[in-house]
């Protein structure tokens, strides 16, 4: 049974900082991609930030320069370090893997529980 464990969100003013956790466990496969997807209200859940498992990373246009994500493969875990955070970053965050195998080709996809973030302006 795969769980994901988010972390880190809150209330903060506009021009703070936030920085999330997820902890992935119980998967049988490797971990390929993780990522951060934001939700805000009355609207489609959005991707946010993305990392493959060698590092590569691709963010939402809204977020460049201003969030940054990573992952320790080790410890199973994606952190998103969110500064110069604005209104419009509010939302509920949710946590996302990919996991699966090449032979034969595989792929499951699994969502945290989500985390409210809520910027004040």
Known sequence: QVQLVE???????????????CAASGSRF?????????????????????ITKGGTTNYADS?????????DNVKNTVYLQMDSL???????????????DLVPLTEYDYWGQGTQVTVSS
């Open 63 to 71: 977020v460049k320069g201003r969030f940054t994500i990573s992952r």
């Open 30 to 50: 490797s971990i390929n991609s993780m990522a951060w997807y934001r939700q805000a209200p009355g609207k489609h859940r959005d991707l946010v930030a993305r």
């Open 86 to 100: 604005k209104p419009e970053d509010t939302g509920v965050y949710y946590c996302h893997i990919r996991t699966g």
């Open 7 to 21: 972390s880190g969100g809150g209330l903060v003013q506009a021009g703070g900082s936030l920085r999330l956790s």
